[in-house]
């Protein structure tokens, strides 16, 4: 069964680092993109980053651009986020997915709440 599992949220303040990790397992996913999403509340899913599965490839949403970096480890089947200088406007839900299409995701985590006081 394939699976997407996050982890490392949590509460910071204003300013500071969190790092968010994905372990992705149930398949081979080097035909995929990594993607981190999040959901605010009363607001809708926004895209925050997408990395290849190869690591070589990086896309990021401008809300986040120059702040947050995400990488992969291969090895470990995990994809990253690395968060800093956050804001309250970065409090949401992240979520994990993988999209082997440029259209769609196939697979989704559960989320992991980030809160940021402010």
């Known amino acids: 069964q394939v699976q997407l599992v996050e982890s490392g949220g949590g509460l910071v303040q204003a300013g500071g680092s969190l790092r968010l990790s994905c372990a992705a397992s149930?398949?081979?996913?080097?035909?995929?993109?990594m993607v981190w999403f999040r959901q605010a509340p009363g607001k809708e899913r926004e895209f925050v980053a997408r990395i290849s599965w190869s690591g070589d490839s990086t896309y990021y949403a401008d809300s986040v651009k120059g702040r947050f970096d995400i990488s992969i480890d291969n090895a470990k089947n995990t994809v990253y986020l690395q968060m800093n200088s956050l804001e309250a406007a970065d409090t949401a839900v992240y979520y994990c997915a993988a999209a082997r299409g440029s259209w769609a995701c196939d697979y989704w985590g559960q989320g992991t709440q980030v809160t940021v006081s402010s």
């Open positions: 149930g398949r081979s996913f080097s035909r995929y993109k």
